[in-house]
């Protein structure tokens, strides 16, 4: 995609906000108070940003160790199947997202939990769901990956 799509105010607010977005109670109007704009205005933009898929999430990154557990899985599913098993693991909140690799195991999600009791239950529905056997691929050491990228707009 062309960066030409992106607008001043969409590239000051993926420059600005990729790290340090607002933990407050009106994040988009900080953001808008401190750019010189309106709220609805910023609202707007970072819709307009995920509906062209410029921008796919807006959201915490959590150490899910601190916060509960978690757990990498896998599934082989047959080819033709593969999205409406996406969309049946999909339907667990535990789910935080999922998508297909070419691989054996060609669907893969990130599942957390409340504990580790909660997450194996979680992984058995899973599977009773699903009727297929799940990989489960924990984490056994956490590093640190800045995802911040600096963008050149010219």
């Known amino acids: 995609m062309s960066t030409m799509t992106v607008d001043t105010l969409g ?37 307009s940003l995920q509906e062209s898929d410029v921008v796919s999430r807006v959201g915490p990154v959590f150490n899910h160790k601190k916060a509960g557990a978690s757990t990498l899985a896998a599934i082989s599913v047959p080819e033709a199947l593969l999205s409406e098993v996406a969309e ?3 339907e667990f909140e535990e789910v935080n997202h999922n998508y297909a690799r070419e691989h054996d195991y060609n669907l893969w999600f990130v599942v957390t939990a409340t504990d580790s009791l909660h997450l194996e239950r979680t992984l058995q529905a899973i599977e009773n769901k699903t009727g297929y056997p799940i990989l489960n691929l924990p984490m056994e050491q956490a590093y640190h990956i800045d995802l911040g990228f600096k963008l050149n707009w010219s």
């Not at 906000?17 to 709220?39: H, M, N, R, S, W």
């Open 11 to 47: 590239q000051q607010i993926i420059d600005r906000y990729q790290k340090g977005f607002p933990l407050t109670t009106t994040p988009f109007k900080d953001i808008a108070d401190e750019l010189g704009v309106e709220e609805q205005q910023v609202i707007d933009c970072v819709a």
């Open 88 to 90: 049946q693991v999909n």
